[in-house]
């Protein structure tokens, strides 16, 4: 047996073991950024709560804190992008702004059920969206999913009348109705508070009225 064969399974476990740690590491961190808020946490507060020896293993995995909280941003936004895809392609012939308001809403709540209890994101993502040095991460991670843009389009179509500036403005309403709508419940869910709604799905319920009826309001001052 040559050296490369004899080698070949030992460079397999490397590979697994610097895979599973990477998967702690990227779990830890969600979870303490969650918790604590991004800026409270540094490399090495997740490396000593992940078990890893070695202090620079979040940045030997990572990089910087943003690349790191890119990195968790990713690992749920593809699921949820494929949800939101099915939910665009099934939509019908003629959908209504509730239609597109629930391929909004719907595929962040389906995820985080799909997660199971406790979960971590829609804290974690509450915490990026507010700082204002990692928010346009989020931007950018949202700007790459085209089934997401074809459900602002679809909406805008629905309220067309709105003047652009109204329409900016509750639209940036909208994801914080999303965002802190989510996170509100998990957060509930983790320190064992009552919730106003049972189930993932049924909260999202909650939201998507909520939604249809922020876009649906009179606008009485027009810009």
Known sequence: MSDAQETRPEGRVRMERSAASRQLILATAERLFAERGVTAVSHRHISEAAGQRNSAAVGYHFGTKPELVQAILRSHSEPIER???EMVDA??????????????????????AELGDPTWFARFRAQVVTDPALRELALEDSARSPALRRVVEGLRGCVRDLPDAVYDERRAMEVQLLVHGCADRERALAEGRPTPRASWQEA????????VGLWLAPVSDPV
Request: hydrophobic share 40%.
């Open 83 to 85: 949800r939101r895809q």
């Open 204 to 211: 999202a319920t909650g939201i998507v009225d909520a939604v």
């Open 91 to 112: 939509l019908g012939p003629e959908p209504d702004l509730r239609d597109w308001v629930a391929c909004l809403v719907c595929p962040s709540t389906d995820h985080l």
